[in-house]
């Protein structure tokens, strides 16, 4: 099998086409692929389709930019630095946006069976509630799930009676992306990924997907990972494309490389509360700002350093974290 190909950030994007269904590593304010969400907003892309775990900084932008035409997850929001969605609301009141609604539980059920090469799981998760409600199936009402779309499913879910013990369950349809995009500490150039701290659903989602572009905080020889083998955790075959990215999740944080920038994601969510602010932030930020290197120069050698973990502890011992009363 083929290695996976080392290429610019701006390749690695151009290959991701208008429609394209994605997917992202981390979870909320957490190695989220920043730096590759940026670049899909400077390239103009369109009508994306986000099927996703839960949503977060990435997705918020990507909608509040105008890319995203249906997104399929469980919540949105900064968690405590901006904790609902401002633009998914906005886009949603305005019927810019399809939203198809899940639990967590039901999201992380659809990304396994698609890791797992399966039509459907079957679970109990939040049966009895208004999530269930066909009235509220967006997709269904607006005839989407005609089977035009190999990326939506024919229907949302399905209530049968289990075989086995005679009871009702519930079938979710398998979610298969086209595309991954994930943020990583460390993958090995043969594509080996390893991840520090919290992993969340990143192996279920890499292998649900069709392609995966993975960023790197450090692209290192593969003899060196397979010293400690049961610390990896997403084999090189599952990989098809690499960055090298440092600070690829910025502001989202990178466990054991540097903290969340909560203050710069608390500017991020203020602007969003109005579409005329958010886009003046856009312009600022992504537009005006060629690439990646020149959005780490505007962010500055000084804050970079206050949010670098420190290698011993795991976390930035600069960051102000409160004082006691």
Known sequence: MAKPQIISLQEAVALIPDGACITFSGFTIWRRPMAAVYEMIRQGK????????????????LIGAGCVKIWESSWMGHEMYGK??????????????IIEDYSLMHM?????????GLPYMPSYASMGTDILNPAYDNLGQLGLRDGSN???PNKKYEIVRDNFYDSELLHLPAVNPDWCIAAVQTVGEEGTVRISGQVYVDSEATKASDKVI??????VP???LRREPTQNHIPGYQIDYIVDMPWAAHPTGS?????TDGAFIGELYQASRRQETMDQWLREWVYDIPDHAAYLDKLGVA?????????????SNRVKRGTRA
């Open 46 to 61: 369109r009508n994306l389709h986000l099927a996703e775990l839960g949503g977060g900084t990435h997705s918020e932008l």
């Open 84 to 97: 609902m969605g401002a633009n998914l609301a906005r886009k949603a009141e305005r019927g810019e946006i």
């Open 108 to 116: 992380l059920a659809r990304l396994t069976a698609g890791s797992m």
């Open 150 to 152: 190999p990326k939506i």
């Open 214 to 219: 993975v960023l790197a905080e450090n692209i």
């Open 222 to 224: 593969e003899e060196y």
């Open 255 to 259: 466990f054991g490389h540097y903290e």
């Open 303 to 315: 804050r970079l350093e206050a949010l670098r973990a420190n290698p011993v502890l795991g976390y």
